[in-house]
């Protein structure tokens, strides 16, 4: 109640001062024919914990392939137009992480872009 109370609070507050508050992120479907490791309002939720994980796995263990490595993420996710998650204000990582008003840093050190578009690039 308290929330929902709040939330009006500052949406009236941004609107008295001109600022539209958006229905959520405008962001591209992932490819066509994949399977997400879970279901869309679990990754919502609870993707910064999942990736923590196979951080720990991979660090700690090795554990560089499988489904839940970012690399299958950003492979799923990349943007047609841009061909990144990170690059345009529209792709999947940064669209999200804009609208929530959290910082991305996950792509000052790994690829914003599947590996076989940076294979391809010159």
């Known amino acids: 109640m308290l929330r929902s109370a709040l939330r009006w609070l500052v949406v009236s507050a941004l609107a008295a001062l001109g600022v539209v508050w958006a229905a959520g992120p405008v962001i591209e479907r992932a490819q066509p024919g994949t399977q997400c490791v879970a279901a869309p309002d679990v990754m919502r939720r609870q993707h910064p914990q999942l990736l923590k994980h196979q951080r720990d796995a991979t660090v700690h ?5 499988g489904r839940d490595s970012l690399q299958g993420c950003v492979g799923c ?3 047609a137009a841009s061909g990144s998650v990170a690059q345009a204000k529209t792709d999947f990582c940064v669209s999200c992480h804009a609208y929530a008003a959290v910082q991305i840093d996950c792509f000052e050190c ?6 076989q578009a940076l294979a391809a690039r010159p």
């Open 77 to 79: 996710h990349a943007s």
């Open 110 to 115: 790994h690829a914003s872009r599947p590996a």
């Open 61 to 65: 263990r090795g554990v560089r392939q």
